[in-house]
Structures are given as structure tokens and as C-alpha cells.
């Protein structure tokens, strides 16, 4: 098939492409759908399995401040299309949400992430929008065109849409398709992409045998840690066989990823008592009795049970020997030794991808003008907690623009 109409293809069927689909269907364009897996929206499935939060409640001023180096470029995106607006979609497609106490952005209980993707769909088919699944994307053809491969019949085409919308995803969770095999593809056009590396991701920590068979898996509750001086991030750690993870240590992924690639190690430091003042700490630690056992003193005094002393003796032998002050200072700033992140396709997201640099403002490649990029293809990251969906939707949202305004 070699022919040339005026619509969009959208490739990839994740959020950030069935966002661009619907708001340039709602702008009067005819949208073709291309996704290489039998369904669409796999990843956001997946993701919803873990507490299905879209967005955040953030204040406008600091949201943007969680994209990191490109805050700047996602304050224009979040001003086209926020929290608020997000909210509004999904009321409008019959989902209600609500703030929690996290401030994170929820589904009523009532709605799965499966609720609201059924939803969706029937919102695009009356729309319009043609959805063509085991269609995988082979690279560009000519000056606009794209090849194509039914997955199904293994036959081959070239379609030329007016516009394209790149909307593949990132490297991790590959069984999603998120598996980043679109990088040569936009190399051999010139088009740069940074390197892939994981984020939000455990942590991986030289447990001894004893240790993981005596602890195995558990929490800890109510924490705070940090990279070396850096800011404190509290919450949930969650021991594990590997190491450690949780959202504590996922906000924490760049920084450790910088100091792993600085000096091939990194530390984070474990405070266990984060709401207690050091110096009040300090003094219970004093009335401790001699030959007063140190799991039995921790546990009545400061309510650190299990497993607690089993990770003091793990990372501080001689803990038990400690003086008042030293084990205060441990309680304060446990050090935990990172030997690595978790392997790339167990992370949540990925750090890496198209610079922004490689797009204009309106998201579209320098490389092939009326193509455009959106979601996690781009290289952006941020914490878990509903920014990394919000930013999926909200540079969606932007391409669509880009696009319409390019086709008038």
C-alpha cells in the first residue's frame, strides 16, 4: 500500500499515544493507531497493578521541579495540560478520582486501570480513531513514509501519513513492548538518543547468606534516607534478597546512578528515627543498663524491632559494642552500600532516550520535520507518585498541538 492521505499515525498504543490520538480526533483530524502487541495499553496496566495513581496534587510550582533538568520544558507541558485537566478527562470518561493523604491522584475504588482503559477506547472508536494492533513499526521510508509488518500474515507496507507521532516508550518492561528496540531506527536518521539506564529501581546490597535467609523479605516503616549530603526522602524501605527497594529509594535512583558511574559505588545512608532530634535520641540511648540486651533495649526504648538489630549487626559488626553517641550517630546515618541499580528491564522507568535538544518546541524531530516524539521515548525522568504517567499524558497532549498546528 502506497498511499498518501491527510492524517496522523500514531505509533505505539501507550498513554502518550492514545492521548495525541484523542485530542487530534476531538480537532477534526483522521487518526490511525499502529501497536506491535496484540492489545494496547499494556504497560499502563501493569502499572496500575501497583496502586493505580495518575497524577499528583503538587502544588503547579514544584511539580515541575520533579523532571529534573528539564523542569523548564515541563512547565509549559503541565500548563497545557495539568493535573486538573487530567482530572477532568477522566471524570469526563466516566472514571471519578480523588486526592489521598500522599497527595497522589486515585481512581474512586470502584475504577480499575482496566475501567478506565475500556473507557478510553470506546471514547476513541466514537471518535473515530482506527486502532490497528501486531502492527510493528519498521522504520521511515522515503521523506514521510513509515514501514510497517503485520505481525500476524508477516506482510510488509509503507503508509504516509501528513504527520507521525513516535510514542514508543522506554527500555524497561519489555514483555509490555516498552523494549526500546526503535533506537537504531532514529540513529540511522541521525537522530541522537542518550544511552538507556534504569530508574525508579531497588538497589542492589552484598547481603550475607545469613542475612537474607534470617530476614528475607520485610519493611521499614517510616524512614528517611539520603546520598551522602543530599536531601532526605522519607517513607517506606522495603528489604529484599537483592538489596533494598521503595519509593525512598527510587526518588533517590539518579543520584545513586551518578555516584555508581563516578566511582563504581555508592552509599545511602539509613535514618531510623528520622522524627526524632538527635539529641533526644542520644538520651534514651543513655539509659541503657549494662548487660541490658541491645535488641530488647532498641525495641522497648525507640520501637526498633525486628529486623532491625539483624541489619545493625549486618552493616555494623561491632554494634553491640558501641558507645551512646556512636550508635546514635548509626541510628541517624546507617550506611547501606550499593553495588548496583536492578537491571534495566525490572525498573518502572528509564532514564535516557531523544535529547530534547533533537526536537522543537513543539516535540516534532529536527532530523524529519512532522515527526514527533512523546512519552518516555524522550529523555526525561521522575519519581514515582503519578509524575511519570502526568508526563506521559502531558507531552501526548503537546504533540497533538504541534500537529495540528502544523497541518492547519
Known sequence: MNERREWVAIIGGGPAGLMAAQRLAEAGLPVQVFEAQATVGRKFLVAGHGGFNLSNAEDKRHFASRYGAEETRFEALLNH???????TWAADLGIETFVGTSGRIFPVAAHKPADLLRAW??????LGVQIHTRHRWLGFADATGLRLRNEISGAETTIEPAATVLALGGASWAKTGSDGAWVP???EIGVPVTPFAPANCGAEVAWSEFFKTKVGRAPLKNIGLRVHDGPMVRGELMLTDYGVEGTPVYALTPQVRQALHRGGSATLF???KPDLPPSTLLARLQQRRNGAS???FLRKALSLAPPVPTLLRELAPEVST???EALAAL????PLPVAALRPLDEAISTA???PFSAVDEHLMLRQRPGTFVAGEMLDWEAPTGGYLLQGCFSTGAWVARGVALRLG
Open 81 to 87: 495540560f495539568s493535573p486538573t485537566d487530567l482530572r
Open 121 to 126: 477506547l470506546h471514547r476513541l472508536r466514537e
Open 185 to 187: 531506527l532514529l540513529q
Open 270 to 272: 539509613l535514618n531510623l
Open 294 to 296: 541491645l535488641p530488647d
Open 322 to 324: 558501641l558507645k551512646p
Open 331 to 334: 541510628l541517624k546515618a546507617l
Open 352 to 354: 535516557g532516550g531523544i
